[in-house]
Every structure is written in structure tokens, then in C-alpha cells.
């Protein structure tokens, strides 16, 4: 797997768009970049995924650079829930059995 | 909810002796994978099996084993256990047998070797 740097830590104000970068300048073209979280000691939660263009589901939003090197997963109105260890990870989607590398995250705190 | 369950929530025991950890994934899905969380660490990967085989392993130590049974379900042994071995250990499960495939994550065993 491609090495991702994550901050190890992040403020949000209640209400705010809460904005997590991510460097992967290692990926490779075959490779997707994942958003999880972990809110608390829960097991983690699967948010986003993408391999060059811009995704938006329920949850998040996920910008991935032109040059792929980098990304910067978006939640637009970070509520108090949304407190939690963000975990990007890039990874191929298609065949093998890869190890599957989470880092230590982002731990985003969200204040009222 | 996740659908994935993990069996027992809390187990606390003593420096060398034996557990075992149950995981029972989703409904439908075929893959298996165990996870280790100590301390204010990230999540490790340690293994991973597809419809009761072993596809990978990732920092898993010679003490530890694994396996996934014909109803899919899944247990990790942890033998001759460390203080260290302390941590929470997750499962998740994925329908397909590739990593790349979203991973639903039960709630974790906590284990606390004294």
C-alpha cells in the first residue's frame, strides 16, 4: 500500500465545514484513496472513496488533486457527532490480497 | 449497526494463557479480516481470510492463529499472551474477496492482559 501523512490533529467549529488533508505522493495509478473513521474505540466506519474525480455522498465530500498526490476529504456542516480519528488509506480496487495499511489518522475535534 | 459481531466485548485474563476471539461477519459476505488496536496506535492489519482460506497476512505474530469456518464465521487464538497483547481487536468483513472492497467493522473485543 502507498504511505499516506495525515495531521495528527484538527479542530472544526460546530457548524463548519470541517477540511482533512491527506498526502499519498506515492500512489499508484491503480490506486483509490478511502476515508474511515473511528469515532471513540467503535470500530471504524467506511465514509468515501474515489480514484481521480471529485465524490460526494451523504456523508463527505472527497477532492483528489489533479496529480492524484494528494486529497482532502470534506464534511460540510462537522457536527459534534462528527468527533472522531479520520483514516485515509489508498489501495488498488481491482484483484489481490493486499495487507491493508491504516495509519494513525487525523483526530478531528469538533467544538460547539 | 454494522451487522458484524464480535464475541466477547470485555475479556480480561492473565500473562500466558490462551484466548480466543469470535468474529461472525455480515450476511452474505465471504471475507474475514482481523485487525489489532493498542493503545493510542493506529489500526494493524493482521490477517485476512476469503470463503475459509488465508489470503493475507499482514504483522500478525507466531503466537496468534486464525481461522474461518464453512459458516463463514471467524476466530482469532491468541496463545502464550504478553502484557503487550493488550489492545482492541477488531474484525470486519467485505463481500468480495479483495481488500479494495468496503469493510464493515464489528464493535472490537477489548482484551487487557494482567
Known amino acids: 500500500d502507498a504511505k499516506t501523512t495525515q495531521p495528527p490533529s484538527m479542530d472544526c467549529a460546530e457548524g463548519r465545514a470541517a477540511n482533512l488533508p491527506c498526502n499519498h505522493s506515492t500512489i499508484s495509478g491503480n490506486e483509490y484513496v478511502y476515508w474511515y473513521r473511528q469515532i471513540h474505540s467503535q470500530g471504524p466506519q467506511y465514509i468515501i472513496h474515489g480514484l481521480k474525480n471529485n465524490e460526494t455522498n451523504e456523508m463527505a465530500s472527497l477532492i483528489i488533486t489533479e496529480d492524484r498526490k494528494s486529497s482532502t476529504l470534506i464534511l460540510p456542516h462537522a457536527t459534534l457527532r462528527d468527533t472522531a480519528v479520520y483514516y485515509c488509506?489508498?489501495?488498488?480496487?481491482?484483484?489481490?490480497?493486499?495487507?491493508?495499511?491504516f495509519g494513525t489518522g487525523t483526530k478531528l475535534q469538533v467544538i460547539p | 449497526d454494522s451487522g458484524v459481531t464480535q464475541t466477547p466485548k470485555h475479556l480480561i485474563t492473565a500473562t500466558g494463557q490462551r484466548v480466543t476471539l469470535r468474529c461472525s461477519p455480515r450476511?452474505?459476505?465471504?471475507?474475514v479480516y482481523w485487525y489489532q488496536q493498542s493503545l493510542d496506535q493506529g489500526l494493524q492489519f493482521l490477517i485476512h481470510y476469503y470463503n475459509g482460506e488465508e489470503r493475507a497476512k499482514g504483522n500478525i505474530l507466531e503466537r496468534f492463529s486464525a481461522q474461518q469456518f464453512p459458516d463463514l464465521h471467524s476466530e482469532l487464538n491468541l496463545s502464550s499472551l504478553e502484557l503487550g497483547d493488550s489492545a482492541l481487536y477488531f474484525c470486519?468483513?467485505?463481500?468480495?474477496?479483495?481488500?479494495?472492497?468496503?469493510?464493515?467493522f464489528g464493535p472490537g473485543t477489548r482484551l487487557t492482559v494482567l
Open positions: 450476511s452474505g459476505d465471504l471475507s
Open positions: 470486519a468483513s467485505s463481500v468480495g474477496r479483495g481488500s479494495y472492497n468496503e469493510q464493515f
Open positions: 488509506i489508498v489501495r488498488p480496487h481491482s484483484g489481490g490480497y493486499q495487507k491493508v495499511t
